[in-house]
């Protein structure tokens, strides 16, 4: 279906989205929304016409083990709420660790890249089966950006993707913004994985903005789009004609006339690549495609995913999470620097979502907010959701006898109490689970 011209809805910029003119559709993440009710917002947008696609990121599709039936079954409830035409998540993994291995649940907070392998491929192709499956609507992946990668691949990231569309039909949703990405951090060409993937199966494009930092390009959602992602868009256009194509903004949001601005940059970047002839063309035009590459097990029967396949993934996925969150040694293969830079990353974006779902914290903690929170992100990976890791944080620092000022102590324990529903720990329970995580070295 045609989509046209769009941008990401998120409630801090509600306001300035319905402002906007010459949009067609806008997308939501389908966690941030309630399973029963849309925001006035949206059901505004919806009673002019405008479509709303739900964006998961929570389902992690790439991950060891099969698809949890309570995260279907929520994303397609919202779906079902939108009435929407298409539901979209990721190319990625999330959480790792559980039944499948020998360790604790970890979460990710995050999407990380899964690696370009067959096996890797079949466990992906497996969970999108699932899920297509349990959805009301049809299903498009998108790909990640990615700060590193995996040893010992065996696929190109265009082959990867045109793989998994010619086993499952899924569609896609090609995020320039992170081809750009990984063009500078893992030295991808764009254009290269554009004419390795199946263009035609393009349901819609992201396009949004980042930062270099160190050499290192940041993803951020909160910066202006840049010239070069621009000229990824432009890439695109001049093999396909996107059936639409979306700003996304998740941070730092700036005014309404800034981001219509972004959206004319887009607009005259898919005009001028498309060139004069782009009204006459009948049909879209699909970029080369290179031989299939040939699969290690192309004669595997039909059914589930092998265990001992999956087994390895899980291991080899959790191995990779603990590094990241937990500081345990790096898997081999790996190059450290990259992976203490993610790992960085990881815990700051912990802080600040964290900052937005409980903004109580950074006041109660005034300029020790951020120091508080990644001294006790470095100790206690995240198991459970954001909200969760507000309410870990905040007992964490009250088990270490802080915050120092009795104000602030008071406050915070104040806040836990009344969401955890729980008396604080008591002096004795403080020492004791102190005394355990310096036995423990944590």
Request: hydrophobic share 45%; aromatic share 4%.
């Amino acid at each position: 279906m045609e989509l046209g011209i769009g941008i990401g809805w998120r409630p801090e910029i509600a306001h300035e989205v319905e402002a906007l003119t010459g949009i067609d559709w806008v997308e939501a993440v389908a966690e941030n929304l309630c399973a029963d009710h849309l925001p006035d917002s949206l059901v505004r947008l919806r009673e002019r016409g405008v479509t709303v696609v739900p964006h998961g990121v929570a389902l992690g599709l790439g991950g060891a083990e099969r698809p949890e039936t309570d995260r279907l079954a929520a994303l397609a409830a919202r779906a079902e709420l939108l009435g929407a035409p298409l539901v979209t998540e990721h190319i990625a993994f999330v959480r790792a660790g559980g039944p499948l291995t020998a360790s604790p649940r970890l979460e990710a907070g995050h999407l990380l890249p899964v690696p370009r392998t067959w096996e890797a491929l079949d466990v992906l192709c497996e969970n999108v089966r699932i899920a297509q499956d349990s959805l009301p609507a049809p299903l498009a992946l998108e790909n990640i950006a990615a700060l590193i990668t995996w040893p010992d691949e065996e696929l190109t990231e265009g082959q990867f993707l045109a793989e998994l569309v010619e086993r499952t039909g899924v569609r896609l949703l090609i995020d320039v913004a992170n081809l750009h990405t990984n063009h500078v951090n893992l030295g991808q060409d764009p254009a290269k994985a554009l004419d390795e993937l199946p263009v035609e199966a393009i349901a819609y494009v992201h396009v949004a903005g980042g930062v270099e930092r160190n050499g290192v390009w940041h993803d951020t959602h909160a910066h202006p789009v840049t010239a070069p992602v621009l000229e990824v868009l432009a890439e695109l256009r001049s093999r396909v004609d996107p059936p639409g194509v979306l700003l996304e903004r998740d941070d730092a949001f700036p005014p309404g006339g800034e981001l219509a601005d972004e959206l004319d940059a887009i607009r005259a970047t898919l005009r001028a690549a498309a060139g004069p002839a782009a009204p006459e063309e009948p049909a879209r035009r699909k970029g080369p495609r290179g031989a299939r590459p040939a699969a290690r097990d192309e004669h595997r029967p039909p059914g589930a995913t092998a265990t001992a396949t999956r087994d390895r993934t899980a291991v080899a996925q959790t191995a990779l999470l603990s590094a990241l969150v937990a500081g345990t040694p790096a898997p081999a293969g790996f190059d450290p620097v990259r992976l203490r830079v993610q790992s960085r990353a990881l815990a700051a974006k912990r802080a600040d979502v964290v900052a937005k779902v409980a903004p109580e914290l950074p006041e109660i903690f005034g300029d020790g907010y951020r120091a508080a929170f990644l001294a006790y992100a470095g100790v206690r990976p995240m198991s459970g959701g954001y909200r969760r890791d507000a309410l870990d944080f905040a007992e964490h620092v009250l088990v270490m006898d802080g915050p120092a000022d009795p104000v602030a102590r008071r406050a915070l324990t104040h806040w836990w109490q009344d969401r955890s529903g729980a008396l604080p720990p008591g002096r004795a329970t403080r020492l004791i689970r102190a005394a355990r995580a310096v036995l423990l070295g944590r």
